[in-house]
């Protein structure tokens, strides 16, 4: 992996994620191989490469989903992580509202959620059905929802995803918005660098 820009351990801020050295085999496929890089405070870096690269491989890694077979990860002590999938486990057509997938596998309070969702211009949205969202707002909701429990550190894979060109760009504005708003890094998983490029701090090449 090479970053455009020198590594965040050249920073004084001690990182909040570190992985060094990390190889992932999957069956017969060398899914990642001896990825290394930290992401400290604050910072948003952005993860891009080709179909079949071991990018959601990478994201699974950094939030413990997926156990390198070579390599350390080290997160800061009492680190929280907020992630929202490449492809969220959920019938769409279900008869669903915004206030209750917020609440799915997670205790959140009603001034919890609206909080949530204003941080993201989405407390429109509350008590309306998902089968009625868009893809854009589909996809505010379920940064709200990777909001709720505070994060240190979001993880998104491939948010963009099944957005137009113009939504693409709003989204990647919004990450940059709430990262000034709330502090919280960002590592963003993504095949469109000319869109990303503007809303990230250092771009790592698979």
Do not use: W
Request: charged share 15%; aromatic share 2%.
């Amino acid at each position: 992996m090479n970053a455009s820009s020198p590594s965040s351990s050249s920073t004084l801020e001690p990182p909040l994620l570190s992985l060094s050295g990390i190889t992932v085999q999957l069956g017969t496929t060398r899914a990642l191989d001896d990825v290394s890089f930290e992401i400290v405070p604050g910072e948003i870096v952005t993860v891009i490469g080709p179909n079949g690269a071991g990018k959601t491989t990478l994201a699974r890694v950094a939030i413990g989903t997926v156990q390198p077979d070579a390599g350390k990860v080290t997160r800061r002590a009492g680190l929280k992580t907020g992630y929202v999938p490449q492809r969220f486990a959920i019938d769409p057509t279900l008869p669903l509202s915004v206030d209750r997938l917020m609440q799915l596998t997670q205790r959140a309070s009603k001034q919890d959620i609206a909080h949530a969702l204003d941080q993201v211009g989405a407390l429109h949205l509350s008590g309306r059905q998902i089968t009625h969202l868009s893809g854009g707002e589909f996809q505010r909701v379920l940064l709200a929802r990777a909001l709720l429990g505070k994060p240190d550190l979001l993880i998104l894979d491939e948010p963009s995803s099944g957005i137009d060109f113009s939504g693409q760009a709003q989204l990647y504005d919004l990450i940059s918005q709430v990262r000034t708003q709330t502090g919280v890094a960002v590592l963003m998983i993504s095949h469109d660098l000319h869109v990303v490029m503007a809303a990230t701090d250092r771009v790592l090449c698979l």
